[in-house]
């Protein structure tokens, strides 16, 4: 149960961050942000990069096998960008750009499975 609590926490996690790290550039598209000066785009990226780090932490937490979770700290990175480079591709491509993913991008999504079963074994 561990293990789904801190995946499911990573995907929330990495939601905010990816609209924390990239969102300013969607608002600057969309002519919303753009006359904000720049510490103005760091104080909303940091806004919403809290509620990033109030689900990444306790994932990490949860899921860290010294506080009794399945996960090495190895194990707990190698899940997080995973989990990073699967948002971001479709926040960026969908919902950012308005664009399909295409056989490439189910190629690379199956090399990170690979990845994956590769850091547990």
Known sequence: M?????VGLLIVS????TFAWYGHLKLQ???????WPLIG?????????FFEYCMMVPA????????????SLVELKVI??????????????????????HWNHFAAFLCLVA???FVFK
């Open 29 to 35: 598209q969309m002519h919303i942000s753009t006359s």
């Open 115 to 117: 990845a994956v079963y």
């Open 14 to 17: 990495n939601i905010f961050m």
């Open 80 to 101: 997080q960008e995973v989990i990073s480079l699967i948002i971001f591709s479709l926040i960026a491509n969908v919902l950012f750009q308005g664009q399909s993913l």
């Open 41 to 49: 785009i760091i104080v909303f990226s940091w806004v919403i990069a």
């Open 2 to 6: 561990k293990s789904l609590y801190t």
């Open 60 to 71: 990490n937490r949860i899921g860290f096998v010294d506080n009794g979770g399945p996960f």
